[in-house]
């Protein structure tokens, strides 16, 4: 079987649903991708638009330009690890 890949990067799509009982849910896995699933959460701090362009990023941190023409960034998350040190 041939993997799915994304329309937007190019990059192989990996299936995130681990219930085999459940329908695929297939997600692109490039951090630098609009589709990936890196950004699903991300809205506009104005808006709450969703991210249109990528327009930078680094280690934990993405830039966006959202649908409506804002800019914002996400935010490294913090995890218990990390807040426990």
């Not at 799915?4 to 630098?32: A, H, K, V, Y």
């Not at 830039?63 to 990390?82: A, I, V, W, Y």
Request: proline share 6%; net charge negative.
């Amino acid at each position: 079987m041939e993997l799915p890949i994304c329309d937007e990067c190019g990059e192989t799509l990996i299936n995130r649903q681990r219930d085999m009982s459940e329908p695929e849910n297939w997600c692109c896995p490039n951090s630098r991708c609009i589709r990936s699933y890196h950004h699903e959460f991300a809205t506009c701090d104005v808006c709450g638009g969703a991210p249109a362009v990528i327009t930078n990023g680094g280690t934990g941190y993405t830039d966006f330009l959202c649908e409506n023409g804002h800019k914002f960034m996400t935010r490294p998350h913090t995890t218990s690890r990390q807040q426990n040190s």
